[in-house]
């Protein structure tokens, strides 16, 4: 069997430009590589790569592998899975990273199956254990409440990450690398998937993901009339309305707004919570935020313990008064 | 066509219990049981029960429920039954206790094969403890079948199954020959309520049990000692808690010295 060597980050690409995420992985993955004195592998899959090979040498891979075929334009399940067990096998890396994305989520587990491997999902940090070299994984585990920590001695040792919980390199025009394009023979009556459409449900304005400023709602907000206020007040603020999950599972907003868990992470500079008591499945998509602003009528709200500065009242009241104010102290 | 369904459901700590009676034993590395918070089945796995019904009421079929674990409250996993399922069949014993995903995932697989004859296979996307999202994607494997994970919508047409998948910016519409897997994400909507006649009929019912040797399993691939990734510890981040609570006579005159207070921490 052949040795296993190297920490292998799976990128991805938009429009043949590395995803942040993926940037965040490879400066992950080049601190772990350093401290196994170990090359960081990179391998991107796709339709057409465009520059993307390139950058990830610039985010720090020594060596990038390419896998590109028309029948990859897509992310499906069975054509992805069956690149990379292919690719794993022949380049056999000790560690092997993805993005807790909605391709990251869905590869990992079903590539780990297959190749007999148990992944760590969702990891907030990523170490090498001093003494026995192995990868340990920190997580979130129920609902946000409470962490583990989890080590594999099965080979590749694989861990999904989470997004915005690494910091990526500052880009190196000058970095040297390899790029090393693969073949991999597919079998289009083996996919048994088919993508028959995307539905792109993007609001207007500013993404969620990337504005500084995050007025989000909760169950609290009572209908879809409330969150035009919160709107109103984003505006002002040039930031993005995000929500709990009540309002998305009632329907109120779109479910793309939803920030958790099981939605987006976002960490922005100022995130307001009105009317969100604050469940650890929520603070799990927006605790990484600079400052916590909470609106809540119960003393008691959990979102209390995370905010820096809170208003005890019904929101009804306080967010115009709030708007307003901030409206006239940003004109002046 | 009618449809053989298969769903998988955990029982969980309440997700929704408050979070300040969530505590962890460091010494065991587990969770304790907060008192007077009855588990619950995973929510994920009501929504995944849901999906299933739905596919019923549209064209008919029957729904089996399959449930892995020790000392299972009968009241807590019969719940899918009162909601509409029609088998309950249980994997209970304590070697299949303390398990992974991996072993997890081989134990409900092999008593999927125990059943035979399915069309789909539904999972919710996570348990609400672990929350890992791996055991579907799992069971798929280990039985060679396709799988669609984090479904929105599941609807049957021309014995193919499309599937609402949810991505970052929206859903990607997907079709799967059958037999299938499909993980079912809380963007489904809400799982209905059991009903009275539902809640009856449940409770007449008696789930089959199934122990290790029934499924053709070693204790030694199952449980705690199946595992391939070792939890090495257990802990709850600490929340500092700091929140200066803005202090007025009405909610309106707090908004507003609000808006003061984060102009001078220069946050606006």
Redesign the interface.
């Known amino acids: 069997m052949a040795e296993f060597k190297g920490v292998m980050v799976y990128g991805e690409t938009t429009e043949g430009k590395l995803t942040a995420l993926t940037t965040e992985l490879l400066g992950c993955g080049r601190r772990l590589a350093d401290e196994l004195k170990e090359d960081l592998l990179c391998i991107l899959v796709g339709e057409q790569l465009g520059e993307a090979p390139q950058s990830a040498i610039v985010y720090g891979a020594d060596k990038v592998y390419t896998v590109e075929d028309p029948l990859l334009k897509e992310y499906q399940t069975d054509s992805y899975v069956t690149v990379m067990e292919k690719a794993i096998k022949d380049i056999s890396p000790q560690i092997l990273l993805l993005g807790q994305t909605a391709i990251g989520r869905d590869l990992a587990p079903r590539l780990a199956f297959r190749l007999g491997v148990s992944p760590s999902m969702d990891c907030l940090e990523l170490n090498i254990d001093p003494d026995t070299k192995l990868l340990q994984g920190t997580r979130p585990v129920y609902g946000g409440n409470a962490r583990a920590i989890f080590v594999s001695e099965s080979l590749p040792q694989m861990a999904t990450v989470r997004q915005k919980a690494m910091s990526p390199l500052e880009p190196d025009e000058s970095r040297k690398g390899e790029i090393a394009p693969i073949k991999v023979e597919l079998d289009p009556a083996k996919i048994k998937t088919k993508v028959i459409e995307t539905v792109k449900e993007e609001v207007e304005g500013i993404k969620l993901e990337d504005a500084e400023a995050v007025v989000a709602g909760g169950r609290g907000i009572g209908g879809p009339e409330g969150f035009k206020e919160l709107e109103e007040l984003a505006k002002i603020l040039k930031g993005a309305v995000g929500a709990s999950r009540p309002p998305c599972d009632n329907s109120w907003v779109p479910d793309t707004l939803q920030i958790g868990l099981t939605g987006k992470i976002v960490t922005p500079e100022l995130y307001i919570a009105v009317a969100i008591s604050g469940s650890s499945q929520h603070l799990s998509g927006c605790s990484g935020s600079k400052n916590i602003i909470a609106i809540n009528k119960d003393a008691e709200a959990n979102i209390f313990k995370e905010a820096r500065f809170g208003v005890v009242g019904d929101w009804k009241q306080a967010l115009p008064a709030f708007a307003a104010k901030v409206k006239e102290l940003l004109a002046g | 066509m009618p449809m053989n369904m298969i769903v998988c459901c955990k029982q969980v700590?309440d997700?929704?219990a408050p979070?300040?009676s969530?505590k962890?034993d460091p010494a065991s590395n587990t969770?304790l049981q907060p008192p007077g918070v009855p588990p619950v089945v995973s929510p994920f796995d009501e929504q995944a029960v849901e999906a299933a019904l739905r596919i019923k009421d549209s064209q008919g079929g029957k729904i089996t429920v399959l449930t892995l674990g020790n000392n299972l409250l009968r009241d807590v996993v019969k719940k899918p039954l009162s909601m509409g399922a029609d088998e309950l069949v249980l994997l209970e014993d304590e070697v299949f206790e303390g398990g992974?995903?991996?072993s997890t995932?081989y134990a409900l697989a092999m008593a999927i094969k125990k059943i035979g004859e399915f069309d789909l296979i539904f999972c919710g996307?996570?348990a609400?403890?672990?929350?890992?999202?791996?055991v579907?994607?799992?069971i798929?494997?280990?039985l060679g079948?396709?799988?669609?994970?984090?479904a929105?919508k599941v609807e049957a047409i021309d014995g193919k199954v499309?599937v609402e998948?949810?991505?970052?910016?929206?859903?990607?519409?997907?079709?799967?020959?059958l037999p299938?897997l499909i993980t079912v994400?809380?963007?489904l909507?809400?799982a209905r309520y059991a009903t009275l006649k539902g809640i009856m009929a449940a409770a007449k019912k008696q789930p089959t049990i199934w122990k290790p040797v029934d499924i053709g399993v070693e204790p030694s691939q199952i449980g705690a000692a199946g595992?391939?990734?070792?939890?090495?510890?257990?802990?709850?981040?600490v929340?500092e808690?700091?929140?200066?609570?803005?202090e007025a006579d009405?909610?309106?005159?707090?908004?507003?010295n609000?808006?003061?207070?984060?102009?001078d921490?220069k946050?606006?």
Do not use: H, M
Request: proline share 6%.
């Open positions: 700590l997700p929704e979070p300040a969530f962890i969770v992974d995903s991996w995932a996307r996570q609400a403890d672990w929350d890992a999202g791996q579907g994607s799992g798929a494997e280990i079948i396709p799988s669609i994970t984090v929105k499309r998948r949810v991505i970052a910016d929206g859903y990607q519409v997907v079709e799967v020959t299938a994400t809380n963007e909507g809400e595992r391939r990734s070792k939890l090495l510890k257990l802990f709850q981040p929340r808690g700091k929140c200066e609570i803005i009405t909610p309106a005159e707090a908004g507003a609000l808006a003061v207070k984060l102009r921490a946050l606006i």
